[in-house]
């Protein structure tokens, strides 16, 4: 097996036939639970029918049958050639682009202020202060191709993509990006999500003299390296996993070592929004 032969393995095949579950189906795309994340809701994972290629919106990434696997089973490219060669697999056959459908596969409604009662409990339950989230969050209603009216928090990124959380969905609607809050500091402070932004606002009850990077996915590391040369300070507020490893271990590389890793503070938990759920 090589990289070329891969390619052209059928990947919603590939996908099915690992036990994966399909969602709504088009004549150009499959949309799956994601194999990502455990009791999905909504379907986030999608497969280009036509580029035989994946994307999953809830992290931003996606890619050929041999990026999946190298993702799903965190292991080199040559160790997801072998996985490849142990089965047989349908060869996906080209199909022709259907030209003028280039539609979106979701439709924001509308967003507003945040005051939805089911999605203020969802915060609470979370432990994170609403006057920090009503001030950097927004209500969004939202559908995806043909699907019912939906409604979650909305935290925007610099481009104008939202990440959408409620109780049972995560995923971003737009392009993935970074999202930087800038306070005129030369402290910065670094998080992978704005959960545990608005975790680190509320267990501190204000809003710091700081600037502030919030990643909305470890994928995006790469783009802020170029954002920090002027602070004097840098704290890093990962995820205690091995992406926020990794995640950390390249910005202390590729910062001559000015990155302070907070998650010392918190190191028996799985974030920093664990750590707040767990205080008294």
Not at 10 to 24: C, I, M, N, P, W
Not at 43 to 70: C, H, L, Q, R
Not at 246 to 267: G, H, M, V
């Amino acid at each position: 097996m090589n990289c070329k032969k891969a390619k052209i393995i059928d990947l919603v095949s590939y996908l099915k036939k690992q036990g994966f579950r399909t969602g709504k189906t088009t004549i150009k795309d499959v949309w799956f639970y994601s194999p990502f994340r455990k009791n999905e809701r909504t379907p986030s994972f999608k497969v280009d029918i036509v580029k035989n290629a994946w994307y999953d919106f809830s992290e931003g990434v996606g890619g050929t049958i041999i990026d999946f696997i190298m993702k799903y089973n965190n292991c080199s490219i040559k160790e997801a050639l072998v996985i490849l060669s142990g089965g047989t697999f349908s060869i996906h056959q080209q199909k022709e682009h259907v030209k003028n459908e280039q539609t979106p596969t979701y439709s924001i409604k509308k967003v507003t202020e945040l005051t939805n009662q089911i999605l203020l409990d969802y915060l609470s339950s979370r432990k994170i202060n609403l006057t920090f989230a009503k001030r950097f969050c927004f209500q969004v209603h939202y559908s995806f191709s043909e699907g019912k009216d939906l409604f979650g928090i909305g935290f925007m990124n610099d481009i104008g993509g939202l990440e959408i959380r409620n109780k049972f969905f995560k995923g971003c609607l737009g392009k993935k990006e970074i999202t930087t809050i800038n306070n005129n500091s030369d402290v910065v402070s670094i998080f992978e999500s704005w959960s545990d932004f608005l975790s680190y606002l509320t267990l501190k009850k204000e809003i710091p003299k700081e600037n502030f990077i919030i990643l909305n996915s470890t994928s995006m590391i790469k783009k802020v390296i170029d954002l920090l040369g002027d602070y004097s300070i840098i704290k890093v507020f990962l995820d205690n996993d091995t992406s926020g490893d990794q995640a950390t271990n390249f910005l202390i590389e590729n910062t001559n070592n000015k990155i302070i890793d907070k998650r010392i503070d918190y190191k028996n938990f799985n974030d920093l929004n664990d750590y707040l759920m767990n205080q008294n």
